[in-house]
């Protein structure tokens, strides 16, 4: 894997707006709300309905790194570099142990069909390779595909084994969430020029986190659709290839870094790639800043399929209960809609801490035993089958 095109990532456009340019622009809370809410009354009106109760688990950010471990912590306090939320805090990259405990408590529930909870892990293919970016004095940017092995985990070979076990008993399904989760060409140049911070993360193995005027961490988990053209082509492409040779099979759906893309170019070289549906939130950040909302069931300018996560299972970085889950669920069985939840790979990794790992799978436990309990012809489905039938029931469906 060589070096990730850097041509069309417009520094400028992503400074003027990114996510947290969206959210500087609409204000921290109450315009997202409200595009929040338009995208629930949207699903609620308009979305794709079915007699049967089906749950999806979608969950981000598998084969990322991010925090190393606790140490790391530790020295980025000392060093007083900015850490962003809970989500920061805790999210790094899943080890063995994780994923073997992960597929226990999924397999241990079936659904009416006598089929295990499954999870789509959405994946980030690459990593930055921190030697190869040393050596060149921080010249230029190399990318470490995850089917070489990561910076924070040597035994690589164990860790796909495990995700193909994982693969194999059918409770997990890869699907592709990007090459990288950073913004490769601002992160250069903060290296480049010698930022301070940027620079005191890099020797720990780590983006880091440069916190914007609004507060917000814009560098380790920054949008990558914002170039248009051959780059936005070339990132797809280099995306879709490192997924095929991790898994040997293609992806069906992805979703978005950060929820951002364009409905455009980035929905074409999609399209082009085989992707035929976008998981996401009830609504898109587009790269200029603005927002639009998105129901379940509606298709894209080319014809890609939205979907729609309208539940939240996150108990580490938003403390989602069992209950408070369990309420959205019932809300959406009640409505005829899937339920969709977003579950970020941060609740279910220990290499920070061990119990946040713990009780991310003991809250993932309870809702599934009460999903059943509740709803004992509930059907466990993927991101991609989910596409496949709506894809199956909808073929004429318009952009609203
Ligand atoms: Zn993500």
Redesign the pocket.
Known sequence: MGLISKAGIALSTFRQSGVSGVIRRFGKSQRLQWYRWRGQRLNYRLGWRTKRPILVIES??WG?EHIPGPKAIEKMKEMGLFLSDSHGMFDSLETADDIDKLCDILNSHKDGDGNPAVMTA?F?MANPDYVAIRESNYSSFTAKPIYSGWNHEPDAKTMLQKYREGINCGVIVPQL?GML?FCPDVWMENLCRGDPETLKAFDLQMIGEKEDAAGIGIQS?SPIYHGSGQAIRQLVREGIETFRSCFNIDSFTT?A??YCWRSDETEQALLACGIRAMQGKEYQYLPDGSVRPHYIGQRGPGGILYMVRNCVLEPISAGTTVEQCISQIEWAFQHSLPAVLCS?RTNYTSRVATEVRDKGLAVLDGVLKQVKEKFGDVEFLSSDKLALRILSERQTDNLV
């Open positions: 981000d950010d990322s959405n980030i969430h989760h988990m979703i870094p950060c970020h």
